[in-house]
């Protein structure tokens, strides 16, 4: 979508004016992986329109490939406003304008499959099934058991808002099920599914996904994973191609892994799980350890909290690996304003400068 934000703090009816910008959760992830040197894909649908042109040309200058992004010539491409304050505060708004948006008419029929299932590691969100019923329908083929399926990777983003019914909590769930990695926050877990036992009982809530990250806000994360071998929802490893089995409680499970989070200046919270999950994703695909998995997260995150809209330069690789790499005592002494991507990158240039 198109997000429009806000010129100044205060309600929505109050703020005189506002600043283009691009959101959503999947494009957001693929715009911080292209920025972080990985090659991503964006597979979507936009309107015909001026916003749909902004849409292809923003996240294409990411160096995302955005050459899958279909143009719907009926409908338009979506939009949002939002406030200036947090979104976990009652004095967050967002408006959204999106019902009957090219997107919310994503089929299994007007995307390109194969594109969607063309790379090691598809990225989806929660939001997107709340969308519409064929969007639903999209998702639950997509997570499904499938001969070309790559690593699945879900972001349970309950919005309530979003859902007409009250069975959305429910459809996550099964939706989760179905994943490879799973990223959840704490406090969501416990407003969908009333879970309140902490990581350990969303762990038992969740059993299936071969990784599962349950975020914790201030306090940090925590990656719970399988031990190699283990078998859960689906045949086979890695979730892909098997017959579906009973959930159950056979699953081997490793200790869990804890990173806490980085101390920072927070400008605006809207974007940083999705800059967590691209953060996490990224130390995947490069085969780190959970610890620095978490830890590349807390990174990414940190560089959006610090800048006002959805998306922000994040850290080079150099530089993340740089501080993901300090021991406990200076990870902890850690503290991250405005700018701090580009400060501290010139710092490690100027280093290596003969």
């Given amino acids: ?33 292209a920025a972080a040197g990985h090659s991503a894909r964006w597979v979507s649908r936009v309107g015909a329109d001026a ?23 009926a409908r338009p491409t979506g939009v949002y406003f939002r406030t200036a304050g947090d979104r976990s505060t009652d004095s967050h708004e967002v408006a959204y304008y999106r019902a009957g948006s090219a997107a919310s008419a994503m089929t299994a029929t007007n995307l390109d499959l194969e594109a969607v299932r ?22 639950r083929e997509l997570t499904a058991p499938h001969p070309t399926r790559p690593l699945i990777s879900f972001d349970v983003n309950y919005r309530p808002a979003l859902w007409r019914d009250t069975h959305g909590p429910e459809i996550l769930l099964d939706l989760a099920r179905g994943a490879d990695i799973v990223f959840v926050g704490e406090d969501e877990a416990e407003e969908a599914w009333g879970i309140t036992g902490g990581p ?48 159950g409680r056979a699953t ?40 620095d998995r978490l830890r590349h997260g807390h990174l990414m995150a940190a560089a959006s909290l610090t800048a006002p809209g959805d998306l922000a330069a994040p850290p080079t690789r150099a530089l993340a690996d740089r501080l993901v790499a300090l021991d406990d005592t200076a990870w902890g002494r850690l503290r991250l304003g405005p700018g701090w991507t580009d400060t501290m990158g010139r710092d490690i240039e100027e280093a290596r400068t003969p």
């Fill in 1 to 33: 979508m198109v997000t429009f934000l806000p010129s100044r703090p205060g309600r929505l009816a109050d703020v005189p004016s506002f600043d283009r910008g691009i959101g959503g959760a999947e494009s957001n992830v693929a715009c911080v992986l």
């Fill in 51 to 73: 916003f749909g042109d902004h849409l292809v040309e923003a996240i294409g200058s990411y160096g995302v490939d955005v050459s899958y992004v279909r143009r719907d010539p």
């Fill in 118 to 139: 063309g790379g090691r590691i598809l990225h989806l969100s929660g939001i997107t099934p709340a969308l519409s019923a064929d969007c639903l329908t999209l998702i």
């Fill in 200 to 247: 350990t009982a969303i762990r038992e809530a969740l059993p299936e996904p071969g990784i599962l990250v349950v975020k914790q806000g201030g306090r940090g994360a925590v990656s719970l994973g399988r031990a190699a071998g283990s078998r859960a929802a689906w045949g086979g490893t890695g979730g892909r191609g098997g017959t579906p089995q009973s959930p």
């Fill in 252 to 291: 081997s499970l490793r200790p869990a892994t804890t990173a806490p989070a980085l101390k920072v200046d927070v400008v605006a919270t809207t974007g940083a799980g999705d800059a967590f999950a691209a953060g996490f994703l990224s130390a995947t695909l490069r085969g780190l350890p959970a610890r």
